[in-house]
């Protein structure tokens, strides 16, 4: 049935600690399986024998892409803070590490109540990008670094204007309406940042 609960979530410092904890102890991909193919696989087998809807099949599928595009941010912000040399690059780093940690707390805490997998790790295509934006230095880094955020950032945007409309479940409709603006935000602050790379020699 579709619902309309309204979600509750920690305080900040707790889910900064949280998001934290579960990065750091899920940093690999669980003995190189697919962390996304995973979590898919499961929602799937949980849905197929609850003998639910094509709709509930794309909310999972909503929320596993979700977390995925988030721990792929995550690591392209840590990596412009760390090895950036554009001022614009790395400050945009520092603010999307901890949006990011937030959303990937309440997506835990969503997921956690519909009983739904998510990646806990990235997943093959994701490390794939991580992988090729982190072999290149200077100028060249902090332009891909940009472009590979923006693309992710797209899709985020895309997707929760979409799911605030049209998801099944009626927290998740709710959690999409919650975080469109603030990921739209994100996502124009990723062009301004990516419009100065674009600059760069």
Same mark, same amino acid.
């Given at each position: *049935? ?79 803070? +760390? ?23 309440? /997506? ?20 794939? +990008? ?10 060249? /880094?902090?332009?891909?670094? *940009? ?15 979409? *799911? ?38």
């Amino acid at each position: *049935m579709r619902g309309s609960l309204l979600l509750s979530f920690p305080s900040r410092p707790l889910l900064f600690s949280l998001a934290v904890a579960w990065l750091t102890a899920c940093s690999s991909d669980g003995g190189g399986k697919d962390a996304v193919e995973s979590a898919t696989a499961q929602n799937e087998s949980k849905i197929s024998s609850a003998d639910v809807t094509e709709k509930q099949e794309a909310d999972a599928r909503f929320l596993v892409k979700t977390t995925s595009n988030a721990l792929l941010e995550v690591e392209l912000a840590k990596l412009a803070q +760390a090895r950036a040399t554009t001022p614009a690059v790395r400050a945009y780093g520092t603010r999307l590490v901890q949006n990011r940690l937030d959303l990937l707390a309440a /997506l835990r805490t969503l997921a956690d109540a519909k009983k739904l997998a998510l990646p806990a790790a990235l997943g093959a295509d994701e490390q794939a +990008a991580y992988h090729e934006v982190s072999t290149k230095t200077g100028n060249e /880094l902090d332009k891909s670094i *940009m472009k590979l955020l923006v693309k992710a950032q797209k899709q985020d945007d895309n997707a929760f204007d979409d *799911m605030k409309d049209d998801a099944y479940d009626g927290d998740i409709r709710g959690f999409a309406a919650k975080y469109q603006r603030p990921v739209s935000e994100e996502l124009d602050g990723a062009k301004e940042v990516a419009d100065v790379t674009d600059d760069l020699p």
